[in-house]
């Protein structure tokens, strides 16, 4: 059994495998794998991601925004996420929801606009016969480089358009929410490189580190170790997915309760993407900022991380900055206006 098929043994996920396709220039072989859906309300057999009810919104106001049945369905969510917390199931969640369109009819012409609005490290673009990919990530998942192993997770974020950005800068820096959020997810971090790198290579090179982005800013820290001899990418992927970031602390009671509130499968959103060279270096983004196509329909999904003191209102201000930016960056779409699932 192949390394690859090994790890995905191991996280226990669904996976279909697309086959490989060989290159006559003798390029490195590449092998994509679609993870199947792990996540959805009912607690049954996972179903589609992209199907079910949805209502019509405008993508020009914040009025269309704040609708009612998505408001109500995100506090009480929080509530809820709050009252794991205070009995111990959690410190941690990260909440998302999806915003749906009709696809981009020019998807090359649309992650050139992406990359020029948004130049991020992590920008990738995947073109299947059925299925498009546009990723404007600005988060490492894990990178393997001379089998050193590093992870930086992404926690925090403020807009910047239309604001005083050094104030919303050093704001984000100083946050006390933000730096418990991000400080859990970082040790978090900490604990699955522990469990495949040389006891006590595991560091912290940096921690609450503020980057600025096209539109938002956003908290990062970063964690390094050195692989065990004999233990390669696979284990460290294996080790550490699913990205903390996107779960929440700890990860596997998280998992579960994202099932328990969110309104249906996120797709590739919140996975990885990346990859290997033929010595083990790695470099993987954590699918956020990122648009799925499939059929007649495209998605953006939106995220945060919910802790014991986070707020509704400022949880749903961070939502409408991430909005914002997703409105922003993908102004060519002109064909619907986008639609928000209604399964609430």
């Not at 648009?291 to 802790?307: K, M, N, P, T």
Request: include cysteine; glycine fraction near 8%; charged fraction near 25%.
């Amino acid at each position: 059994m192949s390394p690859s098929r090994v790890w995905f043994r191991r996280v226990a996920m669904p996976i279909s495998r697309i086959p490989v396709h060989e290159d006559w220039l003798g390029l490195p072989r590449i092998q994509l794998w679609s993870a199947g859906s792990v996540v959805r309300t009912s607690g049954g057999e996972s179903g589609g991601a992209w199907g079910g009810p949805h209502r019509s919104l405008q993508l020009d106001s914040r009025e269309a925004f704040e609708s009612p049945q998505l408001k109500d369905w995100h506090a009480q969510a929080v509530a809820k996420i709050h009252e794991a917390i205070a009995s111990g199931r959690l410190y941690q969640l990260c909440l998302t929801f999806p915003v749906r369109f009709s696809p981009p009819k020019d998807p090359a012409t649309l992650f050139a606009s992406l990359l020029s609005r948004n130049p991020v490290d992590h920008a990738a673009w995947v073109s299947l016969p059925d299925f498009e990919l546009l990723s404007a990530s600005p988060e490492r998942f894990l990178s393997i480089r001379d089998r050193e192993a590093i992870l930086r997770p992404m926690k925090g974020t403020r807009r910047l358009e239309g604001v005083a950005a050094e104030h919303a800068l050093r704001e984000l820096g100083e946050s006390i929410k933000d730096r418990a959020e991000n400080v859990m997810i970082t040790d978090l971090a900490r604990n699955d490189l522990g469990r495949v790198c040389v006891p006590g290579s595991v560091r912290v090179d940096s921690l609450f580190e503020v980057e600025r982005y096209a539109s938002v800013a956003q908290m990062t820290s970063t964690v390094r170790g050195t692989l065990r001899p004999g233990l390669d990418v696979w284990d460290a992927l294996a080790a550490a997915f699913p990205p903390g970031s996107m779960t929440g602390a700890p990860k596997i009671e998280a998992c579960r309760m994202i099932r328990e509130l969110e309104q249906g499968p996120r797709g590739l959103y919140g996975g990885v993407l990346g990859w290997v060279e033929p010595n083990g270096d790695a470099e993987f983004s954590v699918v956020i900022r990122s648009l799925q196509s499939r059929g007649a329909e495209a998605r953006w999904d939106i995220g945060g991380g919910i802790v014991h003191d986070s707020q509704v209102e400022s949880e749903w201000d961070e939502a409408w900055a991430k909005f914002i930016a997703l409105r922003t960056l993908t102004s060519p779409l002109k064909s619907r206006s986008g639609e928000f699932f209604d399964s609430l």
